[in-house]
């Protein structure tokens, strides 16, 4: 396993991030260094991916997320935990364009000839999450990337990053989406949370994925590799705040069938992070029948009886909430695109939940017990014929 100094996402930027960002790259053998950077409009044009009978980038760029990324960073609560940091201007400081507009810090070395800045000039070919800072860089495979003669693993040694393989998008994915420095969040950054699946389908996706128990594999895949990546973190520097979100985890994936046999027990971060990587490798591969969810979901809802355990800490029982919820929801959905099921009661139940799991210094166990156990009841009578 390669540990790189900061995420695979941006390894190939050479970026400076606030904290050490980790990320298994287990085929990074490629030379990244001497790809090249095209820009985002070199996927626009409508032969490419930009109209015609392909539209991902006019998906991307009308409606993913990503692109605003950069423009948050000179308003509001960012001007404020700049700031607080006393880092100055928030859209100029690498803390912050790390994740928001991590193409900043391209040097004009990288970038392909039609987008040398003047000397005058900063080379940005693209502000915000571009399709290169996830993709990679595409001067290399961008003029070959769709023939037929070409195979996948072929492209992949020549920078383009694999986002086919679940695990692979979620290590692209996860760095930004959970890892963030104690005094940043301290400043005002909200926490963060990593869940694959839902992340993903909120967007929306500007590709079509139609593999398989997709959902349920990404949400698996997702949740092993951020208790990955919170192990790594954890057996640096522990950090109490970050050890419960971590026992949470840890109890989570513990109730399914392949986070009981591959988890170690005990609260040993080493021996956790390598254990939870082959987990992710392993749910990323591993099919879910329609009864495997059923049953994994009506696992999860059964643990109501758990939260009416006073003996285990509130603030713990609310982090286990807090993941709980979302995991339910994603099984719940994955059974609803099968078809054959519907519930409102369900769907009802699931909002209440969630609405209680979010109550943080209010959170009462009992009450979320109660509610977990309605959710538990609505969902065996859906299942009913």
């Known amino acids: 396993m390669i540990r790189l100094k900061i995420s695979a996402v941006f390894a190939d930027l050479a ?37 015609g009978t392909r539209n991902e980038f006019l998906t991307y760029s009308r409606k993913d997320r990503h692109v605003f990324a950069a423009g948050i960073l000179g308003k509001g609560t960012s001007l404020k935990i ?25 040097p004009a070395s990288r ?10 000039q900063k080379p940005v070919p693209d502000r915000g999450v571009s399709c290169e800072a996830c993709h990679g860089a595409a001067g290399e495979w961008l003029l070959f990337h769709t023939r037929k003669d070409v195979n996948y693993q072929q ?4 920078g383009l990053r694999d986002l086919i393989d679940i695990n692979g998008r979620a290590n692209v994915c996860v760095a930004c989406h959970l890892n963030i420095d104690e005094p940043i969040r301290q400043a005002g950054h909200p926490e963060l949370y990593f869940e694959l699946d839902a992340q993903a389908m909120l ?15 990404s949400w698996f895949t997702g949740q092993a590799v951020a208790l ?23 109890w989570l994936l513990q109730m399914t069938e392949a986070g009981a046999k591959e988890l170690p027990s005990g609260e040993d971060f080493s021996a956790m992070q390598p254990a939870a990587d082959r987990l992710a490798k392993k749910a990323s591969r591993d099919l879910w029948t329609r009864s495997q969810v059923a049953s ?8 109501h009886q758990e939260f009416a355990d006073a003996k285990t800490d509130r603030i713990e029982q609310r982090r286990r909430a807090e993941l709980l919820v979302p995991a339910i929801d994603r099984l719940w959905a994955a059974l609803k695109k099968e078809g054959g099921v519907t519930s409102p009661g369900f769907e009802k ?8 799991s979010h109550e943080q210094d209010d959170f009462a166990p009992a009450q979320f017990a109660e509610a977990l156990g309605k959710l538990e009841a609505e969902f065996v009578s859906a299942l009913k014929p």
């Open 15 to 51: 970026l400076c991030c606030a904290a050490a960002l980790p990320a298994v790259a287990a085929d990074a053998t490629a030379p990244l260094a001497v790809h090249q950077f095209t820009g985002s409009q070199s996927c626009a044009s409508s032969s490419c991916h930009g109209g």
């Open 82 to 106: 700049a700031e607080a940091l006393g880092i100055g201007d928030p859209t100029k400081a690498a803390q912050c364009t790390v994740c928001h507009s991590p193409m900043e810090a391209v």
């Open 111 to 120: 970038l392909a000839v039609r987008l040398q800045p003047a000397p005058d």
């Open 155 to 158: 492209i992949l040694g020549t």
């Open 203 to 217: 967007e929306p996706p500007h590709y079509v994925d139609a593999r398989p128990s997709l959902g349920p594999r």
């Open 228 to 250: 990955r990546e919170m192990s790594w973190k954890l057996a640096a520097k522990r950090d109490e705040r970050l050890v419960v979100r971590w026992k949470a985890l840890v």
């Open 296 to 303: 994994q979901l009506k696992r999860f809802a059964s643990s």
């Open 349 to 356: 139940a699931v909002n209440e939940a969630a609405m209680l």
